[in-house]
């Protein structure tokens, strides 16, 4: 057992096999729909969400990690004699962050460490995952939390979506505004920079917005080795094996994740949206 347990919340969406692997506590965002509140990817999950979403009346909201989640995950982590670091959503997307500093006052003088990503999604994975590797290996938390803040200067998400309609009707549109109100056959290109999620391009078709994409990732990384990608999808898997099969086929990544997003992510994102996330140059 390290001496530095992981702990992420749900939108990173890290495949389960690797959540397992590395020991990494995951703590749930909360999706309300109408009287009921789910814990996002725990008692809802994609399949279900996506279906029930295609016919729902009453759209769903969602609401950060609560502090009592926190709490209870830091109190197991602490009772195995273990050093917390928390990798977290962008504050500039949630309040996720400000729950766990508020749950990490519980444990006065505890070695409890929160980093906010800047990011999510794999973005924020492949932090969790290098650092969560290097605890592995021996490091403590001050080296753990040091390199967190450096891999987020490595990583990156950038995504297609069908519609602009569920990032602006949750607030979480940043500058990507400016593209509303276009034609309804522009599919835009969006990325998350300094944990926000900012317009990159529109494109007129979907087929040309998958292209585009590979072609940014591959802009992104270019001569930044080893990259490691990760596709995102929200009910668009076909589109998601495409993008991970062509980009793994042009760039070499050392490392290839196939992922969904959460519920939550994807009722911001809204069905339909595809994407890559990276990590290039460590």
Known sequence: MSNVALVTDSTAYIPQNIVD??????APQELIWGDQTYQDGVDIQPDEFYRRLKTATVMP???QVTIPNFKKI????????????????SAKLSGTIDSAIKAKEFFPGAPIEIVDSYTTAMAMGFQVL???RAAQQGANLSECKKLAEEARQHTGVVF?????EFLHRGGRIGGGSRFLG??????PIL??????????????????????????????????QPVRLAT?????EEEARFLLEESSRRIQPVETIFSTVSPVIGTHAGPGTVGIAYMAGM
């Open 74 to 89: 830091f109190e197991t982590i602490l009772e195995q004699d273990q050093a917390v670091l928390a990798i977290l959503i």
């Open 182 to 187: 276009t034609a309804l056959n522009i599919k």
């Open 61 to 63: 909201t969602t609401s």
């Open 130 to 132: 290098t650092v969560a």
């Open 21 to 26: 692997q590395y020991g990494i506590s995951v």
């Open 191 to 224: 990325e998350v920079v300094g944990g926000r999620v900012e317009a990159v391009e529109r494109i007129r078709t979907r087929k040309k917005s998958l292209a585009r994409l590979i072609d940014i990732i591959a802009e992104k990384t270019a001569g930044q």
């Open 232 to 236: 995102l999808h929200a009910n668009a």
């Open 160 to 164: 297609a979506v069908d519609t602009l």
